[in-house]
Nanobody, 116 residues
Framework: QVQLVESGGGSVQPGGSLRLSCEVSENIRSFWSMAWYRKVPGKEPELVAE?????IRHYPPSVQGRFTISRERYAVYLDMNDLKTEDTGVYYCNRATDSGKIVYSWGQGTPVTVSA
């Protein structure tokens, strides 16, 4: 089973920045999609960034221009700038199928809190 270990979360004020890291126990070079998701209580996980192995990146409008996803052989990163209170949540990375389903069990996630 592939292990996913997220880190880098924390508490910041609105407008602040964070860089999240996800260490993956396997080489992800051949993985079509790696993505970051945000979970908040009572809601389904929300995809906030996706990196395809052909270089294409996908972001929802809520984070477009503020978040940047990148990937290396054994890691995925999420640079988050101009953070807003609505970015608060626990962030997870995972591999996704071409139909958008996650492949692996969720890791422990890394919490992000944005508050004044």
């Amino acid at each position: 089973q592939v292990q996913l270990v997220e880190s880098g979360g924390g508490s910041v004020q609105p407008g602040g920045s964070l860089r999240l890291s996800c260490e993956v126990s396997e080489n992800i070079r051949s993985f079509w999609s790696m993505a970051w998701y945000r979970k908040v209580p009572g809601k389904e996980p929300e995809l906030v960034a996706e990196a395809l192995n052909n270089g294409i990146r996908h972001y929802p409008p809520s984070v477009q221009g503020r978040f940047t996803i990148s990937r290396e052989r054994y890691a995925v990163y999420l640079d988050m700038n101009d953070l807003k209170t609505e970015d608060t949540g626990v962030y997870y990375c995972n591999r996704a199928t071409d139909s958008g389903k996650i492949v692996y069990s969720w890791g422990q996630g890394t919490p992000v809190t944005v508050s004044a």
